[in-house]
Nanobody, 122 residues
Framework: QVQLVESGGGLVQPGGSLRLSCLVSGSIFRINSMGWYRQAPGKQRELVAQITSSSSTNYADSVKGRFTISRDNAKNALYLQMNSLKPEDSAVYYC????????????????WGPGTQVTVSS
């Protein structure tokens, strides 16, 4: 069973920083990409940042230059360093892993964590 658990969310003032962590337990044959998504009340879930198996990264325009995604393969961990936070960054942040569970013949599927709340407010 694959489980993802996020941590590091909380309340921070505008301009502040937070570092989100995601620990992945359970084996996945091949990971295609890992990423962070967020969902604010009344809005659709959106991609924040993504890192592929070749370590290329992709960011939403709204967070470029402020957020940095990284991974530690040895720890099966994914991180999101968030700097210069704005009130509009407030949302539940979800960790995502996209991969093949047992073999190269498996379909790609998404695994999700339960989410961690980030609130940016003075």
């Amino acid at each position: 069973q694959v489980q993802l658990v996020e941590s590091g969310g909380g309340l921070v003032q505008p301009g502040g920083s937070l570092r989100l962590s995601c620990l992945v337990s359970g084996s996945i044959f091949r990971i295609n990409s890992m990423g962070w998504y967020r969902q604010a009340p009344g809005k659709q879930r959106e991609l924040v940042a993504q890192i592929t198996s070749s370590s290329s990264t992709n960011y939403a325009d709204s967070v470029k230059g402020r957020f940095t995604i990284s991974r530690d393969n040895a720890k099966n961990a994914l991180y999101l360093q968030m700097n210069s936070l704005k009130p509009e960054d407030s949302a539940v942040y979800y960790c995502n892993v996209n991969g093949r569970r047992f073999s190269a013949k498996d379909l790609l599927r998404d695994y999700w964590g339960p989410g961690t709340q980030v609130t940016v407010s003075s």
